[in-house]
T-cell receptor, first 118, second 113 residues
């Protein structure tokens, strides 16, 4: 049973560029959440997708956008990269909110993508 | 608003010592869930425990134990007889509503031989 997978592992970009990060949820999960973890900080919620729509969003600018595909995998896109976007980006999967497993159960996290913006 | 405070930035202990990681949370919701995650150097967050707001029973799992006290809004984590493999960053997190986790800033635990 594969866990949450993310690609790429590491990425180096320059300011102003655009980046796409990818996530495949754990088998049986249909909800994907994205978090940004700056160095020395706790993860910060970016947004959550299920049924191919953004359902919740944290305090992040519109430069951060996402997408969920019919197979539940997801992409995080960041446009016009800033130095401050350098961070570890974590994807988490879980059962759909409102289901018996969705409200209570923990989110399963992937290994993350480390983005460096120069 | 929800908030999680982990006042201890870094703790250093020698192997076999007991260590307690503190977590204080804030929420106005009566139904909420508390979690502890471990983040080793590899970066992946590893789930350790969850607690809902209606269950104040303390829990022990091997060398790990958790003390949940609603009266002080705390959910502390104790490692007994620490080992070098326990070295990691530990995060306390709070969830209200559906699925959004609010994390503390983490406590880095260094266990030396």
């Amino acid at each position: 049973d594969a866990g949450v997978t993310q690609s790429p592992t590491h990425l180096i970009k320059t300011r102003g560029q655009q980046v796409t990060l990818r996530c495949s949820p754990k088998s049986g999960h249909d909800t994907v959440s994205w978090y940004q973890q700056a160095l020395g900080q706790g993860p910060q919620f970016i947004f959550q997708y299920y049924e191919e729509e953004e359902r919740q969003r944290g305090n992040f600018p519109d430069r951060f956008s996402g997408h969920q595909f019919p197979n539940y995998s997801s992409e995080l896109n960041v446009n016009a990269l800033l130095l401050g976007d350098s961070a570890l980006y974590l994807c988490a999967s879980s059962p759909r909110p409102g289901t018996s497993g969705g409200t209570y159960n923990e989110q399963f996290f992937g290994p993350g993508t480390r983005l460096t913006v120069l | 608003a929800q908030k999680v405070t982990q006042a201890q930035t870094e703790i250093s202990v020698v192997e076999k010592e007991d260590v307690t990681l503190d977590c204080v949370y804030e929420t106005r919701d009566t139904t909420y869930y508390l979690f502890w995650y471990k983040q080793p150097p590899s970066g992946e967050l590893v789930f350790l425990i969850r607690r809902n707001s209606f269950d104040e029973q303390n829990e022990i799992s091997g060398r790990y134990s958790w003390n949940f006290q609603k009266s002080t809004s705390s959910f502390n984590f104790t490692i007994t007889a620490s080992q070098v493999v326990d070295s990691a960053v530990y995060f306390c997190a709070l969830k209200t509503g559906f699925q959004k986790l609010v994390f503390g800033t983490g406590t880095r635990l260094l266990v030396s031989p």
